[in-house]
Nanobody, 123 residues
Framework: QVQLVESGGGLVQAGDSLRLSCAAS????????MGWFRQAPGKEREFVGT????????YYSDSVKGRFAISRDNAENTVYLQMNNLKPEDTAVYYC????????????????WGQGTQVSVSS
Protein backbone atom coordinates (compact mmCIF):
# COMPACT_ATOMS: atom_id res chain seq x y z
CA GLN A 1 0.00 0.00 0.00
CA VAL A 2 1.26 3.47 -0.84
CA GLN A 3 -0.23 6.87 -0.10
CA LEU A 4 0.35 9.82 -2.42
CA VAL A 5 -0.10 13.49 -1.55
CA GLU A 6 0.15 16.17 -4.21
CA SER A 7 0.94 19.78 -3.39
CA GLY A 8 2.11 22.97 -5.05
CA GLY A 9 -0.97 23.91 -7.02
CA GLY A 10 -2.40 27.40 -7.11
CA LEU A 11 -3.66 30.30 -9.18
CA VAL A 12 -1.14 31.77 -11.61
CA GLN A 13 -1.11 33.89 -14.74
CA ALA A 14 -0.41 32.67 -18.24
CA GLY A 15 3.33 32.33 -18.80
CA ASP A 16 4.08 31.63 -15.14
CA SER A 17 5.63 28.47 -13.72
CA LEU A 18 4.66 26.05 -10.96
CA ARG A 19 6.26 22.97 -9.49
CA LEU A 20 3.98 20.26 -8.20
CA SER A 21 5.17 17.68 -5.71
CA CYS A 22 3.91 14.18 -5.12
CA ALA A 23 5.08 12.80 -1.79
CA ALA A 24 4.76 9.07 -1.30
CA SER A 25 4.53 7.16 1.95
CA UNK A 26 3.95 3.57 2.91
CA UNK A 27 6.64 2.16 0.68
CA UNK A 28 9.55 3.47 -1.36
CA UNK A 29 8.82 4.47 -4.93
CA UNK A 30 12.42 3.96 -6.02
CA UNK A 31 11.40 1.11 -8.29
CA UNK A 32 8.02 2.56 -9.24
CA UNK A 33 7.09 4.14 -12.52
CA MET A 34 5.09 7.24 -11.68
CA GLY A 35 2.60 9.17 -13.74
CA TRP A 36 0.94 12.58 -13.73
CA PHE A 37 -2.58 13.10 -15.00
CA ARG A 38 -4.96 16.03 -15.01
CA GLN A 39 -8.69 16.50 -15.14
CA ALA A 40 -10.50 19.65 -16.13
CA PRO A 41 -14.17 20.23 -15.25
CA GLY A 42 -16.44 18.22 -17.49
CA LYS A 43 -13.56 16.38 -19.12
CA GLU A 44 -12.00 12.97 -18.75
CA ARG A 45 -8.77 12.47 -16.87
CA GLU A 46 -5.90 12.86 -19.31
CA PHE A 47 -2.29 11.77 -19.38
CA VAL A 48 0.35 14.42 -18.70
CA GLY A 49 3.56 12.43 -18.34
CA THR A 50 5.37 9.47 -16.84
CA UNK A 51 8.79 8.80 -15.40
CA UNK A 52 9.99 5.22 -15.41
CA UNK A 53 11.78 3.64 -12.49
CA UNK A 54 14.60 2.37 -14.68
CA UNK A 55 16.76 5.08 -16.29
CA UNK A 56 14.17 7.74 -15.33
CA UNK A 57 12.91 7.80 -18.90
CA UNK A 58 10.12 10.33 -19.35
CA TYR A 59 7.15 10.45 -21.68
CA TYR A 60 4.85 13.43 -22.17
CA SER A 61 1.62 14.27 -23.88
CA ASP A 62 1.98 16.45 -26.95
CA SER A 63 0.11 19.27 -25.21
CA VAL A 64 2.79 19.69 -22.52
CA LYS A 65 5.93 18.47 -24.27
CA GLY A 66 8.66 21.08 -24.07
CA ARG A 67 6.93 22.96 -21.25
CA PHE A 68 6.57 20.36 -18.48
CA ALA A 69 9.23 18.15 -16.95
CA ILE A 70 8.97 15.26 -14.51
CA SER A 71 11.72 14.39 -12.08
CA ARG A 72 12.11 12.33 -8.94
CA ASP A 73 14.03 12.47 -5.70
CA ASN A 74 14.26 8.94 -4.38
CA ALA A 75 15.82 10.09 -1.12
CA GLU A 76 12.71 12.19 -0.49
CA ASN A 77 10.36 9.57 -1.96
CA THR A 78 8.90 12.37 -4.06
CA VAL A 79 8.12 12.98 -7.71
CA TYR A 80 7.90 16.46 -9.20
CA LEU A 81 6.13 18.07 -12.12
CA GLN A 82 7.78 21.30 -13.23
CA MET A 83 5.35 23.31 -15.33
CA ASN A 84 6.63 26.26 -17.33
CA ASN A 85 4.93 28.71 -19.67
CA LEU A 86 1.54 27.77 -18.28
CA LYS A 87 -1.53 28.35 -20.42
CA PRO A 88 -5.20 28.75 -19.45
CA GLU A 89 -5.88 25.35 -21.01
CA ASP A 90 -3.59 23.79 -18.40
CA THR A 91 -6.20 24.59 -15.75
CA ALA A 92 -7.18 21.31 -14.08
CA VAL A 93 -6.80 19.16 -11.01
CA TYR A 94 -3.45 17.40 -11.25
CA TYR A 95 -2.96 13.87 -9.92
CA CYS A 96 0.04 11.66 -9.45
CA UNK A 97 -0.26 7.90 -9.59
CA UNK A 98 1.72 4.68 -9.34
CA UNK A 99 1.94 2.69 -12.55
CA UNK A 100 0.81 -0.93 -12.43
CA UNK A 101 0.70 -2.37 -15.96
CA UNK A 102 -0.46 -1.62 -19.46
CA UNK A 103 -0.24 1.60 -21.40
CA UNK A 104 1.44 4.54 -19.68
CA UNK A 105 -1.15 6.80 -21.26
CA UNK A 106 -4.28 5.30 -19.67
CA UNK A 107 -5.53 6.01 -16.14
CA UNK A 108 -6.59 2.38 -15.73
CA UNK A 109 -2.92 1.37 -15.90
CA UNK A 110 -2.27 3.03 -12.51
CA UNK A 111 -3.39 1.55 -9.22
CA UNK A 112 -2.65 4.18 -6.56
CA TRP A 113 -3.69 7.81 -6.81
CA GLY A 114 -3.32 10.96 -4.82
CA GLN A 115 -6.17 13.31 -4.02
CA GLY A 116 -5.07 15.91 -6.55
CA THR A 117 -4.04 19.56 -6.46
CA GLN A 118 -5.79 22.38 -8.30
CA VAL A 119 -3.91 24.42 -10.88
CA SER A 120 -5.68 27.45 -12.29
CA VAL A 121 -4.14 29.61 -15.00
CA SER A 122 -5.66 32.98 -15.82
CA SER A 123 -5.19 34.72 -19.15
Amino acid sequence: QVQLVESGGGLVQAGDSLRLSCAASGRPITRATMGWFRQAPGKEREFVGTITWSRDTTYYSDSVKGRFAISRDNAENTVYLQMNNLKPEDTAVYYCAVYASGSYYLPKSYNYWGQGTQVSVSS
